[in-house]
């Protein structure tokens, strides 16, 4: 018996399983976006989208702070 079968026997958590075959990083359903660029950028694909999870965007901000003289 290997390190990883004690560790999953002993496991508490009923849900455990090796990260190749959890049910939680399986391939889920994508949300294509009307940007192509966009689609490209999150999946790879053209058509692909995004998917569950956390998606930030960020940028510098549009407004510039008043210069004190």
Known sequence: M???DKLKKNS???ETAILA???FF???DRVSTPVPAINVA???ELDG???SGLIVFAGPSTS???LLC
């Open 42 to 44: 999150l999946s790879g």
């Open 12 to 14: 508490t958590i009923k």
């Open 26 to 28: 399986e391939e889920g």
């Open 49 to 51: 989208g995004y998917g």
């Open 21 to 23: 075959e959890s049910k």
């Open 2 to 4: 290997s390190l990883m």
């Open 64 to 66: 510039r702070p008043a």
